[in-house]
């Protein structure tokens, strides 16, 4: 159970029939009101600065070993570099190459709290990365509260504005491009990307940076127009292209292989500023993971590195078709059964995972042939502990598990909120609820 003293005066004050912040309505923020489908806690995650601050420097140390993978690993040779991961080689191809700078820090992992620290279950990288649409709206509906606002100025609490930190490092990724002044953005999809992944996200991420003074254009990859003279987007000249695309969106569709090849090719020579690059892409990869965590493959690290690592993420093996080494790694997360879950290469949003402890032997067996065979991460269970919360209905207390994202840009973390479940359900449980994270200083931590 959290140990924070904050978080217990919050559950303390909702449990009174009277509290004023039990008649809060995340639903009262207007871009809140349009997520039909998402159910909210009662109250936000509570942490202490100290700890947050601590998890970012590994966190950003993290993601800076895996942006430095494929040099340390593969020379920086792209095509082994797919090879590796059992990536489509055509993806290579519109790579093209990595960069001599590591591309502008942006992501989100997804982390569990074991009761002892924080542990990353996986990273997520680049300009396709979701869930930003409530995250800051989330946070201000409760500061906006009065007597939460109250609560809140008592014990310090404050949180970090996710989309005015996202805002800021777009007109620092797009100043080259237009000093001076405030870019032109072109947010853009993949051919049909919006009727799949636009509602209650695209669209409200694009309000949300508008809020924020941006000028933002939205549409799919067909609508870009590349030329020597510059970038076009709906017939308006844009300054930073944001790429909601991934590379599996447009290496099957000859058109928008030809614009985002141009697409790479104008930022490379300074035309335009795109969010992300695409070598992003292959960053975002599970198998990495297991580069960093399997003592057979991280000879490429410090010992510093290596704690930096065992600090933050769970034993984590790579089941490679055809790798040397594959019938023991199967062989020994057969053995770990009840302490592993299973993650397939291609999979995303919790789809295709297999938790050994919910399955049988050989339920688990299966699941790990077809690993073998198509790819896939095993990985530490994480048991994330309980997060009490008062059910504001009936006045008890129930436990509730918490899933993390957390974002991070240039500057360092930015913002983030939580997918809860109830104690014990699994990640993809039809009740879930949002919460936001707020934090408060405490002992050891720098004044924010």
Same mark, same amino acid.
């Given at each position: 159970?959290?140990k924070?003293?904050?978080?217990?005066?919050?559950?303390?004050?909702?449990?009174r029939?009277?509290?004023?912040l039990?008649?809060?309505?995340?639903?009262?923020?207007?871009?809140?009101?349009?997520l039909?489908r998402?159910?909210?806690?009662?109250r936000?995650?509570?942490?202490?600065?100290?700890?947050?601050?601590?998890?970012?420097?590994?966190?950003?140390?993290?993601?800076?070993?895996?942006?430095?993978?494929p040099?340390r690993l %593969?020379?920086g040779?792209v095509?082994?570099t797919?090879?590796?991961l059992?990536?489509?080689p055509?993806?290579a191809?519109?790579?093209?190459?990595f960069?001599?700078?590591?591309?502008?820090? %942006?992501?989100?992992?997804?982390?569990?709290?074991?009761?002892?620290?924080?542990?990353?279950l996986e990273?997520?990288v680049?300009?396709?990365?979701?869930?930003q649409?409530? !995250?800051?709206?989330?946070?201000?509906?409760?500061?906006a509260?009065?007597?939460f606002?109250?609560?809140?100025?008592?014990?310090?609490?404050?949180h970090?504005p996710?989309?005015?930190?996202?805002?800021?490092a777009?007109?620092?990724a797009?100043a080259p491009?237009?000093?001076?002044?405030?870019?032109?953005?072109a947010?853009?999809?993949g051919?049909?990307?919006?009727?799949?992944?636009?509602e209650?996200?695209?669209y409200?991420?694009?309000?949300?940076?508008e809020?924020?003074?941006?000028?933002?254009?939205?549409?799919?990859?067909?609508?870009?127009?590349v030329t020597?003279?510059?970038?076009r987007?709906?017939?308006r000249?844009?300054?930073?292209?944001y790429?909601?695309?991934?590379?599996?969106?447009?290496?099957?569709?000859?058109?928008?292989?030809?614009?985002?090849?141009?697409?790479?090719?104008? %930022?490379?020579?300074?035309?335009?500023?795109?969010w992300?690059?695409?070598e992003?892409?292959?960053?975002d990869?599970?198998?990495?993971?297991a580069?960093?965590s399997d003592?057979?493959?991280r000879? @490429?690290?410090?010992?510093?590195?290596?704690?930096l690592?065992?600090?933050?993420?769970p034993?984590?093996?790579?089941?490679? =078709?055809?790798?040397?080494?594959?019938?023991e790694v199967?062989?020994?997360c057969?053995?770990?059964?009840?302490?592993l879950?299973?993650? =397939?290469?291609?999979g995303?949003?919790?789809?295709?995972?297999?938790?050994?402890?919910l399955?049988?032997?050989?339920?688990?067996?299966?699941a790990?042939?077809?690993?073998?065979?198509?790819g896939?991460v095993?990985q530490?269970? !994480?048991?994330?502990?309980?997060?009490?919360? !008062?059910?504001?209905?009936?006045?008890?207390?129930?436990?509730?598990?918490?899933c993390?994202?957390?974002?991070w840009?240039?500057?360092?973390?930015?913002?983030?909120?939580?997918?809860?479940? @109830?104690?014990?359900?699994?990640?993809?449980?039809?009740?879930?609820?949002?919460?936001p994270?707020?934090?408060?200083?405490?002992?050891?931590?720098?004044? @924010?």
């Amino acid at each position: 159970m959290p140990k924070e003293p904050v978080s217990a005066l919050l559950n303390a004050e909702l449990t009174r029939p009277d509290s004023p912040l039990r008649s809060i309505d995340p639903r009262r923020h207007p871009v809140l009101a349009d997520l039909k489908r998402a159910r909210y806690l009662p109250r936000p995650l509570v942490y202490p600065e100290s700890e947050l601050r601590a998890f970012e420097a590994d966190l950003l140390g993290a993601v800076e070993l895996l942006t430095t993978l494929p040099a340390r690993l %593969f020379d920086g040779d792209v095509e082994r570099t797919c090879q590796a991961l059992g990536l489509d080689p055509r993806k290579a191809e519109l790579v093209g190459g990595f960069e001599k700078q590591s591309p502008p820090r %942006f992501g989100r992992i997804d982390a569990y709290h074991d009761g002892e620290a924080l542990r990353v279950l996986e990273f997520n990288v680049g300009g396709s990365v979701g869930g930003q649409e409530w !995250v800051q709206p989330l946070a201000e509906m409760f500061w906006a509260d009065d007597a939460f606002r109250e609560f809140g100025t008592a014990h310090g609490l404050y949180h970090l504005p996710q989309t005015t930190l996202l805002a800021g490092a777009l007109r620092a990724a797009a100043a080259p491009v237009c000093p001076g002044r405030d870019p032109v953005i072109a947010m853009v999809e993949g051919t049909g990307g919006l009727d799949l992944y636009a509602e209650g996200s695209w669209y409200l991420l694009r309000r949300l940076l508008e809020a924020e003074g941006l000028d933002c254009l939205i549409g799919e990859v067909h609508e870009l127009e590349v030329t020597a003279s510059g970038v076009r987007f709906q017939g308006r000249r844009v300054d930073l292209v944001y790429r909601l695309f991934d590379l599996d969106q447009v290496v099957d569709d000859p058109d928008a292989w030809r614009t985002t090849v141009r697409l790479r090719d104008a %930022f490379r020579s300074g035309q335009v500023a795109l969010w992300a690059p695409l070598e992003c892409d292959l960053t975002d990869n599970k198998r990495f993971l297991a580069y960093l965590s399997d003592p057979r493959l991280r000879g @490429h690290m410090s010992a510093d590195e290596r704690a930096l690592v065992d600090r933050v993420l769970p034993w984590t093996r790579a089941l490679v =078709p055809g790798a040397a080494g594959l019938d023991e790694v199967v062989a020994d997360c057969r053995e770990r059964r009840e302490h592993l879950i299973l993650k =397939p290469d291609g999979g995303f949003g919790g789809q295709g995972i297999t938790c050994g402890w919910l399955v049988s032997d050989e339920q688990w067996a299966d699941a790990l042939r077809r690993g073998a065979a198509e790819g896939a991460v095993a990985q530490q269970r !994480v048991v994330p502990r309980e997060e009490p919360v !008062v059910n504001t209905e009936t006045g008890l207390t129930e436990p509730w598990d918490a899933c993390l994202g957390l974002y991070w840009v240039p500057g360092g973390l930015g913002g983030g909120g939580g997918r809860l479940v @109830h104690s014990g359900e699994p990640a993809d449980a039809t009740d879930r609820r949002l919460a936001p994270i707020l934090l408060y200083p405490d002992q050891g931590a720098e004044p @924010h």
